[in-house]
């Protein structure tokens, strides 16, 4: 008899571990003796039993799958899972807690971001995200971060029944006023520089959601416990305040990992040991870290700032806590300002919208940041209620022309030219003997302007020419050697350093000298004497892609060119020496016609700048007077900003 009855005790504890083992599901599900259900072919989770979902194969969202139970337990091994709503799930047990079938394994690709610009109207120097982007930004636009959701009433976390309603929900961005302009300085006048100016007296933006059909909340409780979500976060309502005249007052919400846990449960989640110690009269006593506190449904409680929220029990044999973990608690109060965690965001407005008494059908936000702020390059904002997106200025066009006008040295200076892959250097010397600033190094080494000649007794050698080609670019050529025996002359081309050697000149004739693919150069010059005349341009000209560099002796002056709706001006500098103090000036410009205002590079600094309404942008020595230097933009300067979910990362240049 003895014998039988051990034979029969090991003949169930071997049913009992492989009950055990049928039980035990891949990554992140814990133990659990609940029988696995028959194999059931469904469509829909409607189709399966209470405890079971419809699963389906991987990537496949629907079609035919079979009802798999849903798990009573899951660990916090983070091993993510997309699931087929487009939402990362901490493991594949957690999706099947969810009922969610499964998209791939890994995270969700849900980074992305939209460029505010518009054809024909893109993001210029003062103006505003309205200017660039007027309308609604919608689905279209962010496909992810306002894609159509769904709140689904009313509900009980431990199995939605067939029939519950699911309402859609979509969403819309607006950028109504006149901020978030592309500017250059502050309004202190310090610290210039490129900004994108969020103004403290203009509302940012306008968020709304919308009901495809209202939402009924009698007294609040069909809110209760409702999933909702929105700028793809997941919330559940915990709170929901009506007024005695039936009108909607208040909405919280929590976020965060809403999951079962079973008593005396061991979890790990984001560096916090968790269990539930104890489940008691619809009540669950939850220790964190070893910090313990009684939570009642619908209640958050800190954890040393660790939020815990308690939102459904089971107090029968099975004793679970279904839990929202290190997330946040949103209070949405109409006409008033968004609470975080018991803090007001300041500069937010909730407005609910309800079609008729007893019916939500909207929800609009709002913000209007409290003091002007500005984002200087690759910096971003990032929206102060949800956190889910973020604008970032990732800086403006550096495609430049950049003219550098600088004193090398008490008695010389150089202004050079700098565009794509070409450069030119224009020397300056000071002239004892005519007390004048001249073009060149010195005197035996002067720089001539197309229609220019010089007698030089020294001889000719070392002489310059600013000579022009056809398609427009400048070139500085140097007589390098003259060889008047053979009348053979040797002219290097300063710009590019190649030299044209032996090249056959008639004294006292104008000779047509054609150097290589520069073109033809006309001299008239012999040992002492060179007179240079002009072949495709005359006058002391450097031009650019919508821009004119002229200059002599004594003035710099720049001119915008095809600046559109921009606006074009010209930028005039004086060159002088100063006796006193013994050295070159470059005076400070003035803009022709109209004016423009001067700040300090930082505070206490000796540069100050300036920008066109074009773009242009000036950085003046205003202490020493030893240096200009002017940044035009080949077109239009343009900002980069963009509109994009808080996980975005800009791709690098």
Request: glycine letters at 8%; proline letters at 5%; one cysteine or more.
């Amino acid at each position: 008899m003895k014998r039988k009855l051990c034979y029969g005790l090991f003949l169930i504890m071997l049913l009992f571990v492989a009950s055990c083992n049928n039980n035990k599901d891949t990554a992140g599900e814990a133990f659990s003796i609940a029988a696995a259900p028959e194999a059931r072919k469904c469509t829909s989770n409607d189709q399966c039993k209470l405890g079971t979902f419809c699963e389906f194969p991987p990537g496949l969202c629907g079609g035919k799958g079979e009802c798999v139970r849903v798990p009573i337990e899951c660990s916090g091994e983070e091993e993510p899972v997309c699931g087929c709503d487009k939402y990362t799930y901490l493991n594949d047990c957690y999706r099947k807690m969810q009922k969610m079938p499964k998209l791939f394994d890994g995270s969700c690709q849900t980074s992305e971001s939209l460029k505010l610009e518009k054809p024909q109207n893109k993001y210029n120097l003062f103006d505003t995200l309205k200017d660039v982007w007027p309308e609604q930004i919608t689905k279209n636009e962010l496909a992810v971060l306002l894609a159509d959701e769904h709140i689904v009433l009313p509900v009980s976390p431990t199995d939605i029944s067939p029939g519950i309603p699911k309402v859609a929900i979509t969403q819309s961005l607006l950028f109504p006023q006149t901020t978030g302009m592309f500017t250059f300085e502050q309004d202190d006048g310090e610290n210039t520089g490129f900004y994108l100016n969020l103004d403290g007296d203009y509302k940012l933006y306008n968020y709304s959601f919308s009901f495809a059909t209202p939402v009924d909340y009698k007294d609040g409780t069909p809110l209760l416990g409702a999933p909702l979500a929105f700028q793809h976060t997941k919330f559940i309502i915990t709170g929901a305040y009506v007024t005695p005249a039936q009108n909607l007052d208040s909405v919280t919400l929590v976020d965060g990992l809403d999951i079962w846990l079973s008593q005396m449960q061991d979890f790990t989640y984001q560096g916090h040991d968790i269990m539930v110690a104890s489940v008691a009269n619809g009540q669950c006593a939850v220790n964190v870290d070893g910090n313990l506190q009684w939570i009642t449904n619908y209640e958050t409680r800190d954890f040393n700032g660790y939020l815990v929220t308690l939102l459904d029990v089971e107090d029968g044999k099975q004793k679970r806590c279904y839990l929202a973990l290190g997330g946040r608690e949103i209070r949405l109060r109409n006409n008033q300002e968004v609470e975080i965690n018991q803090y007001e965001v300041d500069g937010s407005l909730v407005t609910f919208s309800m079609l008729q008494t007893g019916r939500w059908s909207k929800l609009f936000l709002t913000y209007e940041p409290q003091d002007d702020i500005y984002l200087p390059t690759g910096s971003s904002f990032v929206d102060p209620i949800f956190g889910a997106w973020k604008l970032v200025y990732q800086g403006h066009n550096e495609n430049d022309q950049i003219i550098e006008f600088s004193r090398e040295t008490a008695n010389r200076a150089l202004l050079s030219f700098k565009d794509t892959g070409h450069s030119v250097e224009i020397p300056y010397f000071y002239d004892l003997q005519s007390n004048s600033v001249k073009l060149g190094r010195d005197n035996d080494e002067q720089l001539l302007l197309p229609g220019e000649c010089l007698s030089q007794g020294t001889g000719i050698e070392g002489t310059m020419m600013l000579y022009t080609i056809e398609q427009g670019e400048s070139h500085v050529l140097e007589i390098s050697d003259i060889d008047t025996a053979n009348n053979l002359v040797d002219i290097t081309d300063l710009t590019y350093g190649v030299t044209y050697e032996d090249k056959s000149f008639v004294p006292g004739q104008i000779t047509t000298i054609v150097l290589g693919s520069l073109g033809p150069l006309k001299l008239l010059l012999n040992s002492t004497y060179l007179s240079f005349y002009p072949t495709y341009g005359s006058g002391p000209i450097i031009s650019g892609e919508s821009m004119w560099l002229q200059f002599n002796d004594t003035v710099l002056r720049f001119d915008e060119l095809n600046a559109s709706e921009a606006g074009e001006s010209s930028i005039v500098a004086g060159l002088s020496y100063d006796l006193a103090d013994s050295k070159i000036i470059i005076e400070q410009p003035a803009l022709v016609p109209g004016s423009f205002a001067w700040y300090e590079s930082y505070e206490d600094s000796d540069t100050v700048e300036a920008v066109t309404k074009k773009g242009t942008h000036l950085v003046y020595d205003l202490e020493e007077q030893g240096s200009l230097v002017v940044n035009h933009a080949h077109d239009e300067i343009t900002a980069e900003v963009y509109l994009a979910s808080i996980d975005w990362t800009p791709s690098l240049p």
